[in-house]
């Protein structure tokens, strides 16, 4: 039996509570999934004419429908993956810089971080887009969409950064510059590796964000994954199906996310745990011979 110092463990009485209050909540879910499946089927939203575009390929324009879909998941992964390399590389060296830099230099930090933290990401975007090419620099959508999300995301990524920095103990730092490592070399081999280690989940969690935010270059007209499903709507007017496939498409996506940051947690937990484990202790020889 498990005991907790932060609560006490249910009696019979408190179990039986539970125990009906789930029952009784599980039931309300389903009675409204129900009701919603009935209303949808009565709407004729569970037609041939609705989803075959989608799920059958003898349909006509299951092939086009697709293609049209691929084209801009592609558009989309490429614009995520653009930006979450970047924001990791300008993140990182805003949150070395904001740790290194003297004091009369650090509000200049701050102040970049501060601002574009508390500016929208779609304004980023926005503001990419239409001022950049004024100033004679002609990009690609695909960019103004990159720059805007890094923009954004890469002040995030810095102060996971640094607080993943500033929250080591002191001694492994210490212990690094008593042996003779340069200051540089404490941060990028001692402290920044452990510090990625222990804000992971933290870091994979925004990289889930700025793959959904790619969804937010319609405002520019880029062909991303979203922007194409309406473009299939406009046609065939079957949003709830369009939407619904595209919402598993990312659900898909994210969750391999999640599940590579934990495998990757894991592994690096193992690893530490291997380098830390302590030799096993040899038994006296007199103590085995009894002397």
């Known amino acids: 039996m498990t005991t907790s ?3 006490e463990s249910p009696g019979p009485r408190a179990k039986r509570r539970a125990l009906f209050t789930s ?32 799920i059958d390929p003898t349909n006509a324009t299951f092939g086009p429908v697709w293609n049209l ?19 990791l590389v300008i993140g990182t060296a805003l949150a070395l810089t904001r740790i290194t830099s003297a004091a009369w230099y650090r509000w200049a930090v701050v102040g970049v971080v501060e601002l574009l933290r508390g500016v929208p990401v779609v304004m980023t975007i926005f503001f990419a887009a239409r001022v950049l090419p004024d100033y004679g620099l002609d990009l690609p959508l695909l960019w103004y969409l990159v720059i805007g999300l890094t923009a ?9 950064v640094r607080a993943g920095v500033l929250s080591l103990p002191k001694g492994q730092s210490e212990a ?50 979203v ?8 046609n065939l007017d079957n949003p709830i199906q369009v939407y619904f496939v595209i ?45």
């Open 152 to 160: 954004y995301n890469s002040v995030i990524i810095a102060e996971i």
């Open 227 to 234: 922007q194409q499903g309406k473009y299939v709507i406009q």
């Open 176 to 225: 690094a510059y008593a042996i003779g490592m340069r200051r540089s070399q404490v941060l990028l081999t001692v402290l920044l590796p452990q510090a990625f280690r222990a804000m992971l989940p933290a870091l994979i969690s925004q990289l889930v964000v700025v793959l959904k935010d790619t969804s937010l270059g319609y405002v520019i007209s880029y062909p991303e994954f």
């Open 23 to 54: 029952i009784a909540v599980s039931a309300v879910l389903i009675g409204v999934a129900v009701w919603a499946v009935l209303r949808l089927a009565a709407a004729g939203q569970f037609t041939v004419d609705k989803w075959g575009p989608l």
């Open 69 to 87: 879909l691929a084209q801009g998941l592609v558009n989309t992964l490429q614009a995520a993956a653009l930006s979450i390399a970047l924001s």
């Open 5 to 7: 110092v932060l609560y």
């Open 247 to 291: 919402a598993l498409v990312f659900i898909a996506i994210n969750h391999s996310l999640s599940r590579l940051a934990v495998f990757t947690e894991r592994r690096l937990g193992r690893g530490r745990r291997t380098t830390t484990t302590p030799a096993k202790k040899q038994e006296p020889v007199g103590a085995a011979t009894g002397n």
